[in-house]
């Protein structure tokens, strides 16, 4: 018998969530921050799969259960940090004991108007999957807390002309140090990560080496993070920490090492070239040799030649 697939629901406002969860409204119609830390609110009370129309930081004291994300399941450890965007489709608890910590809930409208707005999809941490969170020690999370308590002082407070400005500056720090200590976290993961350096160098060499390009294309950095069980802006955003490149960067200098090979090793024209490395055009592929070695394919060739 085939498995029903859960309902998706679809929760469009703050203050349904609060219905939902059996809490008060919210004091803004736009931002709440839900205190769970006597573990008061039941996230059985959510639907089996849903999606949100807000940005959701959720910092995790104590979780009982198991979390569903996306298409499967995960047992937070105490002290993690989870971010979450607009239309990410999260889920409700399975063998709930109890949870404790916070949840900042912000609606896209609730930045309008300020830099913050535009500047919220360069956090590439809000696509990151649930077991890439980021684990804070506890200096971190007092620092966490206390950005927490000011927000929530905030809206507690008497709504003035200066608390939106003041909301959205306290939100801004919190995830400037959330990119600092992600930082730390993939440079103190340095066993993890210099496994990971060697895997997409092996994972590159063997698409090429396997001739993969011509018929799949260049690679790209879906394929990488498929591979090594990463979401794409986890991949890049951890390499970027170690060597500088980001996945995008570390394919191109594949790409160019590979080319360099067919261009002095044989006698491939360039557009032959550039069909085994998986371009479409051999215009494009002598664009990026050009912008990565500042000559072109021909150039070269006639160079070592």
């Not at 950095?221 to 390499?239: G, H, I, K």
């Not at 200098?253 to 055009?281: C, D, M, P, W």
């Amino acid at each position: 018998m085939k498995k029903d697939t859960p309902k998706v629901s679809k929760l469009e406002s703050i203050s349904e969530i609060h219905r939902m969860l059996g809490l008060p409204g919210p004091v803004h119609p736009l931002i709440s921050l839900m205190d769970a830390t006597e573990g008061q609110i039941d996230l059985c009370r959510l639907p089996v799969s849903y999606v949100l129309s807000f940005y959701k930081i959720s910092f995790i004291t104590r979780l009982g259960g198991k979390f569903r994300y996306g298409q499967g399941y995960y047992d937070f450890d105490e002290g993690s940090l989870l971010f979450t965007a607009p239309n990410q489709i999260m889920g409700g608890m399975e063998n709930y004991e109890g949870n404790a910590g916070y949840s900042l809930i912000i609606h896209p409208d609730f930045l309008q108007g300020y830099p913050l707005a535009r500047k919220m999809k360069q956090y590439g941490f809000f696509s990151y999957a649930a077991n890439e969170a980021l684990h804070l020690s506890e200096q971190e999370r007092a620092t966490i807390l206390s950005i927490y308590s000011i927000i929530q002082a905030e809206l507690n407070s008497r709504i003035d002309d200066f608390s939106r400005e003041v909301i959205i500056a306290q939100i801004e720090l919190l995830l400037s140090y959330a990119k600092r200590f992600y930082k730390r976290q993939f440079l103190t993961r340095q066993v993890v990560a210099n496994e990971l350096l060697q895997q997409v160098e092996e994972l590159l060499s063997a698409y090429f080496n396997e001739e993969k390009p011509v018929s799949h294309g260049i690679p790209t950095v879906q394929y990488l993070a498929a591979q090594l069980n990463y979401t794409p802006n986890y991949l890049s955003d951890m390499l970027r920490s170690l060597t500088g490149q980001n996945a995008q960067q570390h394919i191109h200098q594949k790409l160019i090492e590979r080319s360099k090979e067919l261009l002095s090793s044989t006698n491939l024209t360039i557009s032959e070239v550039a069909y085994q490395l998986g371009f479409e055009h051999p215009q494009s592929f002598s664009r990026l040799f050009k912008i990565k070695t500042s000559i072109s394919p021909v150039q070269f060739r006639s160079a070592i030649n």
